[in-house]
């Protein structure tokens, strides 16, 4: 990698992490020495890029918090695979959230040029992805699911059991996606107590206004 893709592609990843990061870490992700990052961010910030770094726990090099850089840009090659990549996450259908994936993913096609969405994304299909789960939920469970993980609401939902089949009102704590089914660790609101859900066993969801 030149410099000038170096310093380009450390301020984009500075974007993404806003938190700060350490040289070391730097160094580690654009295979380096911590003696070039250090280099490489005194050029930055002679380029007006305003760098801050923080001493101590969770500190690091940082982007000012009110410094915007320009849109992202993809390149055609980048912007294919995210798509295709992507595409497979939804297809698998171990993730929940499906409804922003496929909205992120018509942003990135958006960036495409016409004849980039022809030619790369052809190509982009001769990758094939087996062992697609059998089991998976109802799109308006996923989307109730979705809406209460991003904005960490209750939902209510009904679930089939092995013996019989319940109303509950939970709080989604985290997801574990396996290659075979999705597990949802709960917090039983009703009980009390945490609780663990199969997606596929959800057959009602709604978020709790």
Same mark, same amino acid.
Request: hydrophobic share 40%; with cysteine; aromatic share 6%.
């Given at each position: 990698?030149?410099?000038?893709?170096?310093?380009?592609?450390?301020?984009?990843y500075?974007?993404?992490?806003?938190?700060g990061?350490?040289?070391?870490?730097?160094?580690?992700?654009?295979?380096v020495?911590?003696?070039? %990052?250090?280099?490489?961010?005194?050029?930055?910030?002679? /380029?007006?890029?305003?760098?801050?770094?923080?001493?101590? $726990?969770?500190?690091?090099?940082?982007?000012?918090r009110? #410094?915007?850089?320009?849109?992202?840009?993809?390149s055609a090659?980048?912007?294919?695979?995210?798509?295709?990549?992507?595409?497979?996450?939804?297809?698998?259908?171990? %993730?929940?959230? *499906?409804?922003?994936?496929?909205?992120?993913?018509? =942003?990135? $096609?958006?960036?495409?040029? *016409?004849?980039?969405?022809?030619?790369?994304?052809?190509?982009?299909?001769?990758?094939?992805? +087996?062992?697609?789960?059998?089991?998976?939920?109802?799109? &308006?469970?996923?989307?109730?699911?979705e809406? &209460?993980?991003f904005?960490? &609401? +209750?939902?209510e %939902?009904? #679930?089939?059991? =092995?013996?019989?089949?319940?109303?509950?009102?939970?709080?989604?704590?985290? +997801?574990?996606?396996?290659? /075979?089914? *999705?597990?949802?660790?709960?917090?039983?609101?009703?009980?009390?107590?945490?609780r663990?859900f199969?997606?596929?066993?959800?057959?009602?969801?709604?978020?709790? =206004?």
């Amino acid at each position: 990698m030149q410099r000038s893709q170096r310093l380009f592609a450390i301020a984009e990843y500075l974007r993404g992490r806003r938190t700060g990061v350490t040289a070391g870490e730097l160094a580690e992700r654009f295979d380096v020495t911590i003696r070039t %990052i250090f280099r490489d961010l005194d050029a930055l910030r002679d /380029s007006s890029i305003p760098l801050n770094a923080e001493r101590g $726990r969770g500190g690091g090099i940082a982007l000012d918090r009110s #410094y915007a850089l320009p849109p992202v840009n993809f390149s055609a090659r980048e912007a294919a695979l995210l798509i295709t990549a992507c595409s497979w996450l939804s297809n698998m259908r171990v %993730i929940p959230f *499906t409804e922003a994936l496929e909205s992120a993913l018509d =942003k990135v $096609r958006a960036g495409l040029s *016409t004849s980039s969405q022809r030619k790369l994304l052809e190509h982009m299909k001769t990758l094939q992805f +087996v062992g697609v789960p059998a089991h998976t939920a109802t799109p &308006a469970v996923r989307r109730a699911l979705e809406r &209460a993980w991003f904005e960490d &609401a +209750v939902l209510e %939902i009904r #679930y089939a059991g =092995k013996n019989e089949t319940t109303t509950r009102r939970v709080r989604l704590q985290n +997801v574990v996606m396996e290659r /075979s089914e *999705t597990l949802l660790n709960c917090m039983d609101l009703d009980k009390n107590e945490p609780r663990q859900f199969r997606l596929e066993r959800i057959e009602h969801a709604a978020v709790v =206004k």
